[in-house]
């Protein structure tokens, strides 16, 4: 049987049917904090990897406050032994650099392949590459407490939304910022960007290639849209990305 066609299958189901599995990597997108805890940049395209997974939405729902387990062994059990080593030695300077310059290569292999692939299929099916990078341009990133909601003439609710309880449209939480009229002035500045652009004007490849961090890793059963509560929890549980997937899966 093809193991692709257990996609949501949970690891313990897995070694059940596989049972000589002794390995599975949980691979998708994940939102990265604008920071980590040592103040690094993690900008677009970057890779994250998950030192451990904590469940930030699993406690207690108080009426004045909610109360997340105070243990990580109450959420998730530890990676194991060989994961650990692992984690050990990507944390390695060396070892991460060589990561880091061997994933823009292979990055670079796939952009390549991908392109060739689009040019002969683009007169059958129209087919686009679908692993370009989409440029500096496109890593926008607003300060914490601004509002994505209607900017321009609003003729709904996000007229009267200007504090951080008060609701926006239906419509305004789908659209994109150029349709809603964000101000870029709200924009967050930062330096690596600032290379990134000179490098793109250069036409240098190395603008698209990633940064590898590896840490604590926020799953829950929410889609983290609210900046605050993203700094918030960051900042507390010492997190540097959030995503949806790992806190379902048994190690």
Same mark, same amino acid.
């Given at each position: 049987? #093809?193991?692709?066609?257990?996609?949501?299958?949970?690891?313990?189901?897995?070694?059940?049917?596989?049972? =000589?599995?002794?390995? $599975?990597?949980?691979?998708?997108?994940?939102?990265?904090?604008?920071?980590?805890?040592?103040?690094?940049?993690?900008? @677009?395209? &970057?890779?994250?990897?998950?030192?451990?997974?904590?469940?930030? #939405?699993?406690?207690?729902?108080?009426?004045?406050?909610?109360?997340?387990?105070?243990? /990580?062994?109450?959420?998730?059990?530890?990676?194991?032994?060989?994961?650990?080593? @692992?984690?050990?030695?990507?944390? &390695?300077?060396?070892?991460?650099?060589? @990561?880091?310059?061997?994933?823009?290569?292979?990055?670079?292999?796939?952009?390549? $392949?991908?392109?060739?692939?689009? %040019?002969?299929?683009?007169?059958?099916?129209?087919?686009?590459?679908?692993?370009?990078?989409?440029?500096?341009?496109?890593?926008?990133?607003?300060?914490?407490?601004?509002?994505?909601?209607?900017? +321009?003439?609003?003729?709904?609710?996000?007229?009267?939304?200007?504090?951080?309880?008060?609701?926006?449209?239906?419509? %305004? /939480?789908?659209?994109?910022?150029?349709?809603?009229?964000?101000?870029? =002035?709200?924009?967050?500045?930062? !330096?690596?960007?600032?290379?990134?652009?000179? /490098? !793109?004007? &250069?036409?240098?490849?190395?603008?698209?290639?990633?940064?590898?961090? +590896?840490?604590?890793? %926020?799953?829950? #059963?929410?889609?983290?849209?609210?900046?605050?509560?993203?700094?918030?929890? %960051?900042?507390?549980?010492?997190?540097? $990305?959030? !995503?949806?997937?790992?806190?379902? +899966?048994?190690?």
């Amino acid at each position: 049987r #093809d193991l692709h066609s257990f996609p949501t299958r949970r690891s313990s189901d897995l070694r059940s049917s596989y049972t =000589r599995l002794r390995l $599975a990597l949980l691979v998708g997108i994940c939102g990265g904090v604008p920071r980590t805890g040592s103040g690094a940049e993690i900008l @677009l395209g &970057d890779v994250i990897i998950s030192r451990i997974v904590i469940q930030y #939405d699993f406690g207690r729902q108080y009426p004045d406050r909610f109360v997340r387990k105070e243990t /990580l062994d109450d959420n998730l059990t530890k990676p194991n032994k060989d994961i650990r080593s @692992l984690l050990a030695l990507l944390e &390695d300077v060396f070892v991460k650099e060589d @990561l880091e310059e061997r994933t823009a290569f292979f990055l670079d292999k796939l952009q390549e $392949a991908d392109s060739q692939s689009a %040019a002969r299929n683009a007169s059958r099916r129209k087919r686009q590459a679908k692993y370009g990078y989409p440029g500096a341009a496109e890593d926008k990133l607003f300060q914490p407490n601004y509002r994505h909601k209607h900017h +321009i003439s609003p003729t709904c609710i996000c007229k009267q939304c200007h504090e951080r309880s008060d609701p926006v449209c239906d419509e %305004a /939480l789908d659209a994109s910022c150029d349709d809603l009229g964000c101000d870029k =002035r709200f924009l967050v500045s930062r !330096e690596g960007l600032v290379e990134k652009r000179e /490098l !793109e004007q &250069d036409n240098d490849k190395a603008a698209q290639a990633p940064a590898i961090f +590896i840490g604590r890793v %926020a799953s829950g #059963d929410m889609v983290m849209k609210s900046g605050e509560d993203r700094d918030r929890i %960051a900042e507390k549980e010492g997190v540097i $990305a959030f !995503e949806m997937e790992g806190a379902g +899966i048994d190690r």
